[in-house]
């Protein structure tokens, strides 16, 4: 009996899964023993996080369990945290474990980029997991909750800060104005003493966007309350607020920083070549030098050619990686040199902005308010039809367009 | 034109809101100016306090604005803080102004007594109105929804220390023991990572009460995982624990200090003689020595002369005590000599256990489970019809009996 070649994908983000998911479509696990591993023993939709973590849509609606989607009796998961890549070896130390592989899929993912300012780690939340993101929407309620309960009144409870105007930025700081005037109602807070802040070091918000939309997502936001400070860094987070680059302090117990990401630490640790936790993988997704190696989703690094710049990381990217890795894979196990390139293709962008309001750009067409925010709601729930069909839409999708 | 005497309530708790109601039914205010003050501008049913407190029932459900139950224009509200009673010059010294009286009422309830155990004011909360019955059920949410986000585990985030296991201390546990497999779920936590103590000083849980009561409470709090340490001091409170008199440590993030009440402080700061807060009023509920001024609800000592022990501070004698102080109010206006003497009709007691479960002692009759339960509900709709009418039940009472 010859063995089966073992497949090993690390990570059930967008890239994981839809490459488990395009191997099974395919019948690879008859072929070739598949696992898939990952921290968790669900998937969860990382571009929907900002909701949760407002508060305006329950966490559970962001996740599904992994067997619910994949076949386990096909593939097999293992719920387990990745310690270590070892190349050389072809190998990969699980904190409660290690497997062998021939060929590997590296989709772990991204962390918060702190740029090194000081403070940011041990003092402000970020928008990354469902376990992050049911803690900020905890952390916001816990401080409205003190804030009548103590003699002397702490304005600062009821201040946030949203440190990074960029797409989750922006995301986030929408759907907490919606849910603002709930809390203020629950808590018996008036509303004005509130504040939001969405804070941005670039010179505009949602850097790289067409300029009429971030305008109307700004209009939208202040008209909400959110108070913007754009080309503003921050020098310092502290417990009970921010430092700006002039001084300025600006008092709040919650922050959130938003202000991108990086590639998991485990790429450079396994001694991949990498810019802030990016591979510039090949045109057919291998890492540079390994053979057997694919890297997608946050960790990959694409050039867009057009402008010279890589593309942002992002959901649709991923999902695209995972279908031409599949195929990819396909053509190494039936002996095939020739590798497709992966091309992106991108369809449009929208970002929510709370309640009926978004922004869009889909080819050059510019959406706003209620159109955007269908269209949003499209993009997420063709997702779930390309990962587990009408059945994973009807179950987990976003259903009440208008 | 003659003035009309003026008569000040003080506190909306049961008593005050019960004799302002009393008052307003006699058309006392034809006769007399009646001024409520009150810290919020809602009135709140404490005996509930634990539901909320422990999750299991929405806040708003235990209070009701001032103005829906008292006819405003015919009592004046004021939404004030007592700071000071000057009873030699008849007058209430609020944070935000001061008040003449002829005639004072005071119903200013109770805060929690601490017996001067270390750290219990700094580190416990406790169950005396909605926004510190609010900020126990975040705090527990709170610690719930960061066991998971942090790398190294927490375990005495999911501890929950209870501080005496008399009757507030018991319905608590009893609440949260049902509220515990529900927050399990949504923050993905194993049941038997959770630990519910009860902890009382006294040689039993539910001291004074019935002994097969008190057996089946604790029976049915076991089985739901309460962990009782009775005849147990507690010696110091902590940030994240409590120390036992024997020196065992026992872990956990949330302790909520229910061992009893004192009177409020500004009772002694009046210069009235007092027993830890209470002063032993007169059999008509006039201060010794102070022709004008009722003292009812938690702030009054009544000897109960069957035992020769003061009946325990409880709604059923504050509502009952707003009654004969109304009606001495009015002898008093009407210049008559010959008060009423207060007599406790004791009609029953009973503590609920969570969900369906409770135990209640009514005359010489035990009454488990369910008919306990029901019975409480009972009691809790009365006070609301006593209040204001079958209106008032409809809107606030607790009508799901089975």
């Known amino acids: 009996m010859i063995k089966k070649p073992k497949i090993v994908i690390l990570g059930?983000?967008?890239?994981?899964?839809?490459?488990?998911?395009?191997?099974?479509?395919a019948n690879v696990h008859q072929d070739a023993e598949i696992t898939l591993v990952n921290k968790h023993n669900y998937h969860y939709q990382t571009t929907w996080l900002h909701e949760p973590a407002a508060g305006t849509l329950h966490h559970d609606r962001t996740r599904m369990r992994i067997d619910?989607?994949?076949?386990?009796?096909?593939?097999?998961?293992?719920?387990?945290?990745?310690?270590?890549?070892?190349?050389e070896e072809k190998k990969v130390i699980l904190e409660g474990g290690e497997l062998d592989y021939d060929y590997l899929v590296i989709g772990l993912g991204s962390?918060?980029?702190?740029?090194?300012?000081?403070?940011?780690?041990?003092?402000?939340?970020?928008?990354?997991?469902?376990?992050?993101?049911?803690?900020i929407r905890e952390h916001v309620e816990y401080k409205f909750a003190s804030y009548n309960n103590e003699e002397e009144k702490h304005d600062e409870y009821l201040n946030?800060?949203?440190?990074?105007?960029?797409?989750?930025?922006?995301?986030?700081?929408?759907?907490?104005?919606?849910r603002i005037p709930e809390l203020c109602e629950e808590y018996d807070i008036p509303r004005e003493k509130v504040n939001i802040y969405s804070i941005e070091a670039a010179p505009t918000?949602?850097?790289?966007?067409?300029?009429?939309?971030?305008?109307?997502?700004?209009?939208?936001?202040?008209?909400?309350?959110?108070?913007?400070?754009i080309n503003t860094p921050i020098k310092e987070v502290k417990e009970d607020g921010v430092t700006l680059a002039d001084g300025t302090e600006i008092k709040a117990s919650t922050i959130v920083w938003t202000t991108g990401v990086r590639g998991n630490s485990l790429i450079e640790k396994a001694g991949f070549e990498a810019m802030r936790g990016r591979v510039k993988v090949e045109s057919n997704l291998r890492a540079p030098g390994h053979d057997n190696i694919f890297i997608i989703g946050d960790c990959a690094l694409i050039i867009n050619e057009e402008v010279n710049r890589p593309y942002p990381p992002t959901a649709q990217i991923a999902i695209q990686q995972a279908y031409t890795c599949a195929d990819n894979l396909r053509a190494l196990l039936a002996?095939?040199?020739?590798?497709?390139?992966?091309?992106p293709d991108i369809k449009g962008t929208v970002a929510s902005l709370g309640g009926k309001e978004a922004i869009g750009l889909v080819g050059s067409k510019k959406l706003y308010g209620v159109s955007a925010s269908a269209m949003k709601k499209v993009i997420d729930n063709r997702y779930l039809y390309l990962l587990g069909g009408v059945p994973l839409v009807m179950k987990k999708g976003k259903l009440n367009f208008f």
Chains 1, 2 share one sequence.
């Not at 095939?336 to 390139?341: P, R, W």
């Open 111 to 135: 962390v918060p980029e702190t740029f090194g300012i000081p403070g940011v780690e041990e003092h402000a939340f970020s928008i990354r997991s469902v376990n992050s993101v049911r803690l």
């Open 12 to 25: 059930a983000g967008y890239g994981g899964m839809m490459t488990a998911s395009r191997l099974l479509k």
């Open 205 to 229: 918000a949602l850097p790289g966007f067409d300029e009429d939309l971030v305008t109307y997502a700004m209009n939208v936001l202040e008209s909400r309350g959110v108070e913007f400070l």
């Open 68 to 87: 619910s989607v994949i076949d386990t009796k096909k593939i097999h998961f293992i719920k387990d945290i990745v310690a270590e890549i070892k190349t």
């Open 335 to 343: 002996g095939k040199d020739e590798l497709k390139a992966f091309k």
């Open 160 to 178: 946030i800060v949203v440190a990074g105007a960029g797409f989750t930025g922006i995301e986030f700081v929408g759907e907490l104005s919606e």
